[in-house]
């Protein structure tokens, strides 16, 4: 499968703690991009990456949570001291850059719930 | 402020009818709108890109549609199937900006 990945899946942690989450984008993809949806909603953008450079990132985006991409290729995302807010899918995707009209290829996302 | 509105927010139909969904936006300056669908616990999936010299885009059962000048797509979908039962969300890209406007999504179930 050479589709977006995540990883993990899901992820159920307590209040406080603090948590990171891998997408590995399409190979050939040199823009890769955070989203977090809430139930009933659609995405919500947090940031986004061309190659290692992190270029946007949404005021959604406090100073709890990081995102770093540093080879341009894999990148985490990390939300450090978890509030029960934050419990959300955080979905990646990844595209071609230089190309706006390029389709955002999304991974399955991971789950998080913060008990 | 840029926004993306669906509508309906549900609808059900029956195995083999056809149905429209309808997205109305204020993004500005526009680049292109993106129709995808998503299934139940997994990513979006991209169906249609259209720029604003695009009035209609196919593929396979579904069709989009674009009207610029009034800032309103559709989405048609031909001969249901059970498989099409997902949230069918509209994207709209900023021209100059990365970062996607998405609406809140048209929740389709199909019933046999």
């Known amino acids: 499968d050479t589709g977006v990945s995540q990883n993990p899946r899901h992820k159920i942690t307590k209040r406080g703690q603090n948590v990171t989450f891998r997408c590995d984008p399409i190979?050939?993809?040199?823009?890769l991009y955070w989203y977090r949806q809430t139930l009933g909603q659609g995405p919500e953008f947090l940031t986004y990456f061309q190659n290692e450079a992190q270029l946007e990132k949404s005021r959604l985006l406090s100073d709890r949570f990081s995102a770093e991409r540093p080879k341009g290729s894999f990148s985490t995302l990390e939300i450090q001291r978890t509030e029960q807010g934050d419990s959300a899918m955080y979905l990646c995707?990844?595209?071609?850059?230089?190309?706006?009209?390029?389709?955002?290829?999304f991974g399955d996302g991971t789950r998080l719930s913060i008990l | 402020k840029n926004q993306v509105e669906q509508s309906p927010q549900s609808l059900i139909i029956l195995e083999g009818k056809n149905c429209t969904l309808q997205c109305n936006y204020t993004v500005s300056p526009f680049s292109n709108l993106r129709w995808y669908k998503q299934d139940t616990g997994r990513g979006p999936v991209s169906l249609t890109i259209m720029t604003f010299s695009e009035n209609t885009k196919s593929n396979g059962r579904y069709t989009a549609t674009l009207d610029a000048d009034t800032k309103q797509s559709s989405l048609h979908i031909t001969a249901s199937q059970l498989s099409d039962s997902a949230s069918y969300i509209c994207?709209?890209?900023?021209?100059?900006?990365?970062?996607?406007?998405f609406g809140t999504g048209t929740r389709l179930t199909i019933i046999p």
């Open positions: 190979s050939e993809h040199n823009r």
């Open positions: 995707a990844s595209s071609h850059g230089g190309q706006g009209n390029q389709p955002q290829h």
């Open positions: 994207v709209v890209s900023q021209f100059g900006n990365e970062k996607l406007t």
